[in-house]
């Protein structure tokens, strides 16, 4: 058996992705990383043959999970699937929100990504350049958050269950990743359309301002003529 130990992070992950060629095996997610949980799982014999050890040595040598993505240049990585409607800004010169996520693998609300694209903005480069290169040279600090057990939610809550983002298929399971977006371009709907009312609202109070302003100055010219015409005298108290 190889000296795994010797090897760098890119070896070992070669060095795996060799054996699941070699037993037409794709243990991979949606966002392109190594199926742990079912990794884990396979220390049948039957599963990788007479390979079984070096799936063992390599994964212990790892310390973390094997990300394979550049040996299935093909497959495109899909944490949250396009919405059919979107209720958030859109840049035209810079990516959406959702190609943001799923480019970099890093969650943003509606909020954060308007910061994330003056920070495009300033950086002066291209956008596949800014998005290739983001958590390396453009992020503030990337937390991991390991993802366990089993999220339950009701089907007819609509702000999490999706069904308003993707009502064209009622069947349709959710990932983790578009329930947390759901309910963040929800939050984010609410907070931009009570902004929007507030301004309303401010506008509306700025025309009322300006009438009142219109009608003291009638009432002050009509109390003007009125002086004038009695010789500037005042008007006796009934």
Not at 173 to 200: C, F, G, M
Request: aromatic residues 12%; negative net charge.
């Amino acid at each position: 058996m190889k000296d795994y130990g010797t090897m760098t992070k890119e070896q070992l992950e070669e060095e795996l992705f060799e054996i699941y060629k070699k037993h037409n095996l794709e243990y991979y997610n949606e966002d392109m990383t190594v199926r742990y949980d079912k990794l884990k799982s396979c220390t049948e014999v039957g599963v990788f043959g007479g390979d079984i050890d070096k799936v063992i040595a390599i994964m212990r040598t790892l310390h973390d999970k094997p990300d394979l993505r550049r040996f299935y240049p093909d497959k495109k990585r899909i944490l949250i699937h396009p919405t059919e409607t979107t209720r958030e800004p859109v840049y035209e010169d810079f990516i959406s929100r959702v190609d943001f996520i799923n480019q970099t693998g890093i969650f943003v609300t509606p909020s954060y990504f308007e910061c994330i694209y003056d920070d495009f903005k300033e950086s002066g480069v291209s956008v596949n350049e800014f998005v290739g290169s983001y958590e390396e040279k453009y992020s503030t600090c990337v937390q991991e958050a390991e993802l366990k057990g089993t999220f339950k939610y009701e089907t007819t809550d609509d702000e999490v269950s999706c069904l308003c983002l993707y009502n064209s298929d009622p069947t349709y399971e959710p990932s983790i990743w578009e329930v947390v977006n759901n309910l963040a371009v929800e939050h984010d709907h609410q907070w931009r359309s009570k902004d929007e009312a507030i301004e309303k609202y401010q506008q509306i109070i700025k025309e009322l301002q300006d009438i009142n302003a219109r009608l003291m100055d009638i009432a002050k010219q009509a109390t003007s003529v009125e002086f004038i015409k009695m010789g500037g005298k005042v008007a006796p108290l009934s």
